[in-house]
Nanobody
Framework: QVQLVESGGGLVQAGDSLRLSCAAS????????MGWFRQAPGRDRESVAG????????FYADSVKGRFTISRDNSKNMVSLQMNSLKTEDTAIYYC?????????????????WGQGTQVTVSS
């Protein structure tokens, strides 16, 4: 059974930093493309960042480029999202997702496995 468990969310002020982590189990993590998505109240889920199995191929949404950094540790089956210079518009539930057998993509439909999400709230 595949499990993705996010952690690290919380309430911070604008300009602060947070580091989200996602622990994966039940899948061949080193062969999985990993992604971070987010969903704000009343809005569709959107892609934040994605990373290939080896870490050589990475993408970011334009809204987070230069502020967020995705990374992975295949020895620990973990993927992380370092979020700096947080803005109020970053407030959302953040989800970790895994895709097997596909390339890095911002398309949520290509990710078969999802975590339960972790809340990030950025106050002004």
């Amino acid at each position: 059974q595949v499990q993705l468990v996010e952690s690290g969310g919380g309430l911070v002020q604008a300009g602060d930093s947070l580091r989200l982590s996602c622990a994966a189990s039940g899948l061949s993590f080193s062969n999985a493309v990993m992604g971070w998505f987010r969903q704000a109240p009343g809005r569709d889920r959107e892609s934040v960042a994605g990373i290939s199995w080896g870490g050589s191929n990475i993408f970011y949404a334009d809204s987070v480029k230069g502020r967020f950094t995705i990374s992975r540790d295949n020895s620990k089956n973990m993927v992380s999202l370092q979020m700096n210079s947080l803005k109020t518009e970053d407030t959302a539930i953040y989800y970790c997702a895994a895709s097997i057998g596909r390339g890095v993509s911002a398309n949520s439909a290509l990710y078969a496995y999802w975590g339960q999400g972790t809340q990030v709230t950025v106050s002004s």
